[in-house]
């Protein structure tokens, strides 16, 4: 399978416990993305890699979260000291850059970790 | 703000008809807009794409429709299939450095026998 991957897929944890996850996006995809689903609702961005540099963040991403790619291949996303409203579905997303003006940004989706915080 | 939103939270349609869903955007700086189906479970899947250069693009069994004037968008599925039934959200995406996609919250799209 050469979609993108994430593992978890499931991951319930009690309050105040750290909770890491990864995602290895497809191979040849330089840019790799976080984003946040709720139930009924569409994915939040959260942050971006072009390579290994973390080039945009979101608000939503408080002090508390973490992403990291340091080979600029896989990426983890860490929250610390979880929160019950930090329970939802952590989606990551690859996409490829373009030489493009109004380039194309078609980010292909992982199937996600969903998060349960207790 | 900006949003992204959509006109129906539910559409049910029998198998063989053809289903349209909506999509208001906000933004006009949008300039790159994109289709994807969530079926439950499962990660968003891509269907469409159209830059805001063209007013209709049409993939297999799919056509997109923009239109920058009302800044509206549409998703038309033709012959829909009962394996099309999932939410569908459309997401903006204004390339300008910014590569982050803004996503409505979706309509979930029915499909009866």
């Known amino acids: 399978d050469t979609g993108v991957s994430q593992d978890p897929r499931h991951k319930i944890t009690k309050r105040g416990q750290n909770v890491t996850f990864r995602c290895d996006p497809i191979s040849e995809h330089n840019r790799l993305y976080w984003y946040r689903q709720t139930l009924g609702q569409g994915p939040e961005f959260l942050t971006y890699?072009?390579?290994?540099?973390?080039?945009?963040k979101s608000r939503l991403l408080s002090d508390r979260f973490s992403a990291e790619r340091p080979k600029g291949s896989f990426s983890t996303l860490e929250i610390q000291r979880t929160e019950q409203g930090d329970s939802a579905m952590y989606l990551c997303?690859?996409?490829?850059?373009?030489?493009?003006?109004?380039?194309?940004?078609?980010?292909?989706f992982g199937a996600g970790t969903r998060l349960s915080v207790l | 703000g900006e949003s992204v939103g959509l006109h129906l939270p539910t559409l049910s349609v029998q198998e063989g008809d053809n289903s349209i869903i909506n999509c208001a955007y906000s933004?006009?700086?949008?300039?790159?807009f994109i289709w994807y189906k969530q079926e439950s479970g499962k990660g968003p899947q891509f269907i469409i794409d159209i830059r805001s250069n063209m007013d209709k693009r049409q993939g297999q069994r799919v056509t997109v429709l923009l239109n920058k004037t009302v800044k509206h968008l549409s998703l038309q599925i033709a012959a829909t299939q009962p394996g099309d039934s999932a939410v569908y959200f459309c997401a903006e995406n204004r390339n300008t450095g910014f590569q982050k996609l803004v996503f409505g919250t979706g309509t979930r799209l029915l499909v009866s026998p």
């Open positions: 997303a690859s996409s490829r850059a373009t030489s493009d003006r109004v380039g194309k940004n078609i980010q292909y």
């Open positions: 890699f072009q390579n290994e540099a973390q080039l945009e």
């Open positions: 933004n006009s700086a949008s300039d790159y």
